[in-house]
């Protein structure tokens, strides 16, 4: 089977069934422009829904089904406007599965690269680095970021000599640990250089809000990763009923809307949720037009996060 094949049957697995097109699950949006934010100090923009790539793409390079299915997730993304994909080493096969599939998507033109260094051994850090550039099939990266703090003192000089020879383009640091956190304090008031904080925060885990004003206070982007906390968010929310301004924010499920309400956070630039699903890409894509909830509106959406989630 090739990959038109592929793409046409994994597409009416993920569409046909739910009685659900890309046209139809658009149409709402259609027109509106895509809110884009600071994502560096240079002030450059990006949409401020991004793609993760935990779990999610790391999938055998060989497992033609599988690559079909990313592949419409990736075209979904594009196609809707979306432009950051994170990903990293530590992610298996996600890397190579995205350096076989962004070539073959015309629209991947507009890709903003961010991957990780990820390794204990500092001088392996130059050669991690550049594979995952060859895996990605990139000659730069535009956003290369400290892997939950592991080796940063050994592999920040490293990213800040490929900045000043060209091979990425911005700086930034990651965890997903809050027992990073105090660590990450420190180093935000002692690293003044870097372009972007990479943290966990959702309606469930809302321990980084001081470290998010504080990397905004520094002139750094904050990029959330883990928005839906791994998926348990919008599953603990299943039976709550949708508010009735969720219309009005152009949100047809609980999955944009708490992306939106991630994003009315001033401090926020880009959220990055992961999925395998095309379906689930086009709700989260709602997150990117339309209006962020009002003060109103967001007060309302915490009281129930906080009933929800305690």
Same mark, same amino acid.
């Given at each position: 089977?090739?990959?038109?094949?592929?793409?046409?049957?994994?597409?009416?697995?993920?569409?046909?069934?739910?009685?659900?097109?890309?046209?139809? /699950?658009?149409?709402?949006?259609?027109?509106?422009?895509?809110?884009?934010?600071?994502?560096?100090?240079? $002030?450059?923009?990006? %949409?401020?829904?991004?793609?993760?790539?935990?779990?999610?793409?790391?999938?055998?390079?060989?497992?033609?089904?599988?690559?079909?299915?990313? /592949?419409?997730?990736?075209?979904?993304?594009?196609? &809707? #406007? &979306?432009?950051?994909?994170?990903?990293?080493?530590?992610? $298996?096969? /996600?890397?190579?599965?995205? &350096?076989? *599939?962004?070539?073959?998507?015309?629209?991947?033109?507009?890709?903003?690269?961010?991957?990780?260094?990820?390794?204990?051994?500092?001088?392996? $850090?130059?050669?991690?680095?550049?594979?995952?550039?060859? *895996?990605?099939?990139?000659?730069?990266?535009?956003?290369?970021?400290?892997?939950?703090?592991?080796?940063?003192?050994?592999?920040?000089?490293?990213?800040?000599?490929?900045?000043?020879?060209?091979?990425?383009?911005?700086?930034?640091?990651?965890?997903?640990?809050?027992?990073?956190?105090?660590?990450?304090?420190?180093?935000?008031?002692?690293?003044?250089?870097?372009?972007?904080?990479?943290?966990?925060?959702?309606?469930?885990?809302?321990?980084?809000? %001081?470290?998010?004003?504080?990397?905004?206070?520094? &002139?750094?982007?904050?990029?959330?990763?883990?928005?839906?906390?791994?998926?348990?968010?919008?599953?603990?929310?299943?039976?709550?009923?949708?508010?009735?301004?969720?219309?009005?924010?152009?949100?047809?499920?609980?999955? %944009?809307?708490? *992306?939106?309400?991630?994003?009315?956070?001033?401090?926020?630039?880009?959220?990055?949720?992961?999925?395998?699903?095309?379906?689930?890409?086009?709700?989260?894509?709602?997150?990117?037009? #339309?209006?962020?909830?009002?003060?109103?509106?967001?007060?309302?959406?915490?009281?129930?996060?906080?009933?929800?989630?305690?």
């Amino acid at each position: 089977m090739d990959r038109r094949a592929l793409l046409a049957r994994a597409a009416a697995g993920a569409f046909v069934a739910t009685g659900l097109s890309p046209v139809m /699950a658009t149409a709402a949006q259609a027109g509106l422009p895509a809110l884009t934010r600071p994502i560096a100090r240079s $002030g450059e923009r990006v %949409p401020v829904v991004g793609m993760g790539t935990w779990l999610s793409f790391d999938v055998s390079p060989g497992d033609a089904e599988a690559l079909a299915r990313r /592949a419409l997730v990736l075209e979904r993304f594009f196609a &809707g #406007g &979306g432009r950051l994909i994170d990903s990293s080493p530590m992610y $298996g096969h /996600a890397e190579a599965v995205l &350096g076989t *599939l962004l070539p073959t998507l015309p629209q991947s033109r507009a890709l903003f690269s961010a991957t990780k260094v990820w390794t204990p051994i500092g001088s392996y $850090g130059p050669t991690q680095m550049q594979r995952s550039l060859d *895996l990605w099939k990139l000659e730069r990266c535009d956003l290369m970021q400290v892997h939950n703090l592991l080796n940063w003192s050994a592999h920040l000089p490293t990213l800040r000599r490929w900045r000043a020879e060209g091979r990425v383009r911005h700086l930034g640091l990651t965890t997903s640990h809050g027992n990073k956190h105090d660590m990450l304090r420190e180093l935000l008031d002692s690293e003044r250089d870097l372009d972007v904080l990479q943290i966990t925060y959702n309606p469930a885990d809302r321990r980084a809000e %001081p470290l998010m004003r504080q990397a905004a206070a520094r &002139g750094m982007a904050v990029v959330l990763n883990r928005p839906f906390d791994g998926g348990s968010v919008p599953r603990r929310l299943r039976n709550e009923p949708l508010p009735t301004f969720a219309a009005e924010l152009g949100c047809s499920a609980w999955a %944009p809307l708490v *992306l939106k309400w991630e994003l009315a956070h001033p401090t926020v630039s880009c959220v990055i949720p992961a999925t395998t699903d095309p379906e689930h890409m086009l709700q989260n894509l709602e997150a990117l037009r #339309g209006p962020l909830p009002d003060a109103r509106q967001h007060a309302s959406l915490t009281t129930v996060f906080d009933r929800v989630f305690g």
